[in-house]
């Protein structure tokens, strides 16, 4: 073999022994790197992981807290519910004992049973100067004794009683209208 041959046989072994060399080294980079970018994504997957049940667990504590102050609210909505219900039961047997204690003076007057009557001036009746034979008015410290009494016809005694007895209802109603403000300021 020549020596030319020989340089050229030890030259070709050079680049292959240089090739295979560089394509070594190029797989071990390869390599390298897979194993470098695995670790980093195994590094963020588990970054991510605690992200996530960190975030669950901060939803789950906020959902129990809402659905803690929706219980509480309904509890209060019930408890102000059953306490209008009461208040308006009794406002209902106000008025019906207000609707009974009226049905009864009606009743009363109109078999004769009650009569309404005014207490009648004295003074007013008699001419100035003489006394017309009417009695004198009882003193403004004594009784009505003796004093002098008008009855009211019973067509005006009913109206009478017809307006005390809106008069009462009026109130009944407003009492009720104040004891719900009362309620709800609560």
Not at 97 to 124: I, K, Y
Not at 155 to 173: E, K, P, S, V, Y
Request: overall charge negative.
């Amino acid at each position: 073999m020549s020596a030319w041959a020989f340089r050229l046989v030890v030259i070709a072994a050079l680049v292959a022994a240089s090739a295979s060399g560089a394509w070594a080294a190029w797989v071990w980079q390869a390599n390298a790197y897979k194993t470098q970018l695995s670790e980093q994504a195994d590094d963020y997957g588990k970054q991510l992981a605690e992200k996530d049940r960190a975030h669950g667990l901060e939803r789950e504590k906020a959902a129990a807290a809402a659905l803690d102050h929706l219980a509480d609210q309904q509890d209060a909505r019930r408890a102000l519910e059953d306490r209008l219900q009461a208040q308006a039961q009794t406002h209902w047997m106000e008025m019906e004992d207000a609707q009974q204690t009226q049905a009864r003076l009606r009743d009363r007057l109109a078999t004769a049973d009650l009569r309404l009557s005014v207490l009648v001036d004295a003074g007013a009746l008699a001419a100035p100067g003489c006394d017309g034979g009417v009695r004198e008015a009882a003193s403004t410290g004594g009784l009505v004794h003796g004093a002098i009494r008008a009855q009211l016809d019973p067509a005006h005694a009913r109206r009478i009683l017809d307006i005390t007895d809106q008069g009462d209802r009026g109130l009944i109603a407003l009492k009720a209208c104040q004891a719900y403000v009362r309620e709800l300021i609560k």
